[in-house]
């Protein structure tokens, strides 16, 4: 598998060397035809990747001491001295590869072809290869695991002596190989096997054994090495110097003796403890991409935590068997270092009973960060700061002292009344203590059942945050109140200013109409007082016109009091207004009257809306009494910088001339005062028979001119809404 991987990056160092053998061909510094022709694999093993990568010539002779015969993943070379990895010949030599696929272990050949870049170090692709006959295996060298983590001594034919510890399959069942861990003097080595049979996964664990076979690189992406393997081949030839004894059958050790001083001791073998469960945690599956095989491999590692009354000690196995918290279990693993207590791994257990589970150990905040909790059911008081959830677990965080540590407890119904606790509760938590190693040492617990976790004082509802949630709440509320009290101020200056206005406005009708006409029916009273002797005729007529004078103030007055009783500009704007009133008194007289809005509505000066409202009523009412229309339409068209007002009837019209002399017609006279009072103009067109426009624009920017004793604010604008 190796060599399927070598085989690969060998191709690419093939493809990665064509320009730069192009290159040098067309004026570089060195030519691939200049390059010597190397003639020992010593020559080969002083090259470094990038020197391999130019693509030397190579002739050398060797016996083949490794080759998976199931696939064409590569070979391994032995000339008596070192050895050499072989990539498969490149497609296009074909006789090479019907040389190549007839090459056994043990055979001579000799290979003419050139390196290529490799994994770890410089590999030989052939192009040529010559089958030459048999040849007797090198002489295995004895060579310490240290040395071999050098990678000096990479594709060396070795023998080594140790136990076999774990053995594994790839998840990928297209890969047919068999790897076991070996526990050799300070360290673990990866044996590969392509020949096995199925009990060998089991029937070797925890036998001294010996093995031959060539070394082999794990490396990663960047060419650095990342630990040892074997290859060994064949199963058959392990050589047991020590059968594996019964798990269950060795003398048990107590928890605090998993690596005590032993002169003679054996620390590559299984021991043995028997305790109750304190605490388990199921694994969860994760798949490893080994890079240098390119296999995958599924690993799943279980832990408990057992106490056997001398102490507690953690357990990894890939057995498939969950135990609960007071579980009586024997256990047979591999003891291993760590940082916090010694562990056992690669376990195998069995049940053979049920027990009171120890009492808890008391920690404070003051020796709660130490390695000799470790593995040890532990009893703490703390701040409760948060909830984490994941399908699987819930992870409460925690804070003892000024160290903040993760309680996990497994998902499950139990588990919801714990994500119901408050931020500053306080809490007595019972549960086994994992030590973990790092720049930064910590620890965290696993809970056996939510009834570890204890409330003693809960936290108290008025926290900081629910001060800083208090304070924004009066905060906007101010605000609002703020902003409530500034609106009810400006809406009482509205009603006062508004108030004012209708005064102003009720002085001014009375001024414009009632007065004026009182004072002109005087005159023509006194008239007729002048004439009624010396021209009856004349009297008539001052009379008929005081009549008349009389009539319209009354209608004034009238209009006036009606404005005071609908007050329809303080409910409505103009174009509502004007809308309203239109639509009642066109109604009332049987006439269809209609009013279009152009433009943008907006709200006007009072006196301007005032006044533009009157306009329209009384160009309603003399079309209604004098023209006899039909139908009358009256545009309000709201432009920027002015308003326009237009009345068009399809009545009777008007006499010639009255238009620019309109004495006698009242109603047009206050309109033309009106237009005047807001600097605005108007304009009347009509015949006999052909209906009448009047047509007023008021710029909305000039205020409208104030009678004499009218203060300046009596003429401010007021809205209502």
């Known amino acids: 598998m190796r060599g399927r991987f070598l085989r690969w990056c060998g191709v690419l160092a093939v493809t990665a060397a064509v320009p730069a053998t192009a290159a040098a061909q067309a004026g570089g510094p060195a030519r691939a035809s200049a390059l010597p022709t190397l003639t020992t694999i010593g020559a080969i093993r002083a090259l470094s990747q990038d020197e391999g990568a130019r693509g030397y010539p190579v002739r050398v002779r060797g016996t083949v001491t490794h080759i998976n015969e199931g696939a064409d993943d590569g070979a391994i070379i032995h000339d008596g001295r070192l050895g050499q990895w072989l990539v498969p010949p490149p497609t296009e030599a074909r006789s090479a590869w019907a040389v190549w696929r007839e090459i056994r272990r043990g055979d001579l050949i000799e290979i003419d072809g050139r390196t290529v870049r490799g994994g770890f170090a410089p590999n030989l692709e052939p192009r040529a290869l010559r089958r030459l006959g048999r040849g007797p295996l090198p002489t295995p060298k004895t060579i310490a695991f240290g040395s071999m983590l050098s990678g000096r001594h990479d594709c060396d034919y070795v023998e080594i002596t140790g136990v076999v510890q774990r053995a594994w399959r790839p998840t990928d069942p297209r890969l047919h190989n068999l790897f076991m861990d070996v526990a050799f003097e300070d360290g673990v080595v990866r044996a590969s096997f392509w020949d096995f049979q199925e009990e060998d996964f089991e029937r070797f664990i925890d036998a001294r054994v010996r093995l031959r076979g060539n070394v082999g690189s794990l490396f990663s992406r960047s060419e650095q090495l990342r630990g040892v393997s074997l290859f060994v081949d064949y199963t058959s030839e392990i050589t047991v110097l020590e059968p594996p004894p019964d798990p269950f059958a060795l003398v048990p050790r107590s928890a605090r003796s998993i690596y005590n ?52 000690a953690r357990i990894e196995t890939e057995q498939a068997q969950r135990v609960e918290p007071g579980t009586m279990v024997d256990v047979a693993g591999f003891p291993a270092v760590t940082p916090g207590k010694p562990i056992l791994t690669d376990a195998v257990l069995r049940v053979v009973g049920s027990a009171p589970q120890p009492a808890a150990t008391a920690v404070n905040d003051a020796n709660v960060l130490t390695p000799d909790y470790d593995a040890t059911l532990v009893r703490m008081q703390a701040h409760f700061l948060s909830v984490l959830r994941t399908p699987s677990e819930r992870t409460l965080v925690l804070r003892i002292g000024e160290s903040v540590f993760p309680v996990t407890l497994e998902a499950g119904p139990a588990a919801e009344a714990l994500e119901r606790l408050r931020a500053g509760t306080i809490v007595d938590v019972t549960g086994v203590y994992a030590y973990q190693w790092g720049p930064s040492p910590s620890f965290r617990l696993f809970l056996r059942s939510a009834n570890d976790v204890r409330v003693i004082k809960a936290a108290p509802w008025w926290t900081l945050r629910h001060t800083a949630v208090m304070i924004a709440i009066l905060a906007l509320g101010g605000c609002a109140v703020a902003v409530w009290m500034r609106a009810a101020a400006r809406r009482r200056r509205q009603q006062y200013q508004a108030v004012l206005t ?83 008194r066109a109604k009332s007289a049987g006439v269809a009257a209609a009013v279009t809005v152009e433009g943008v509505p907006r709200r006007l000066d009072a006196s301007h809306e005032h006044h533009l409202l009157r306009i329209g009523l009384e160009a309603l009412t003399n079309a209604l009494k004098h023209s006899g229309a039909r139908h009358i339409d009256i545009r309000l068209r709201f432009a920027p910088e002015d308003v326009e007002l237009s009345i068009q009837d399809d009545g009777c019209g008007i006499a010639e001339g009255v238009e620019e002399h309109p004495a006698g017609h009242f109603g047009l006279l206050g309109i033309r005062e009106r237009v005047g009072k807001l600097g605005g103009t108007l304009h009347l067109r009509g015949t006999q028979g052909a209906g009448t426009l009047l047509t007023v624009r008021v710029p909305t920017s000039k205020k409208p001119a104030e009678p004499a004793g009218a203060t300046g604010a009596l003429g401010a604008s007021w809205r209502t809404s």
Not at 507 to 529: K, Y
Not at 545 to 568: C, G
């Open 261 to 312: 001083y032993s002169a003679a001791g054996e620390v590559n073998r299984r021991i043995r403890i028997r305790g109750v469960v304190t605490s388990y945690v199921a694994g969860r599956p994760v798949e490893i991409n080994d890079f240098t095989t390119t296999a995958k491999f599924r690993y799943v590692r279980n832990v408990l935590y057992v106490d056997d009354g001398t102490g507690g």
């Open 502 to 584: 209708e005064r102003t406005r009720v002085a001014r009708e009375l001024h414009d109409t009632l007065e004026q006409g009182l004072a002109g029916i005087a005159l023509q009273l006194e008239a007729v007082g002048g004439s009624l002797a010396a021209s009856p005729e004349r009297a008539q007529q001052s009379l008929e016109v005081a009549r008349r004078m009389l009539q319209y103030s009354q209608e004034e007055a009238r209009r006036s009091v009606m404005d005071l009783r609908a007050q329809a500009l303080e409910s409505r704007d103009l174009a509502g207004a004007l809308t309203d009133l239109v639509e009642e």
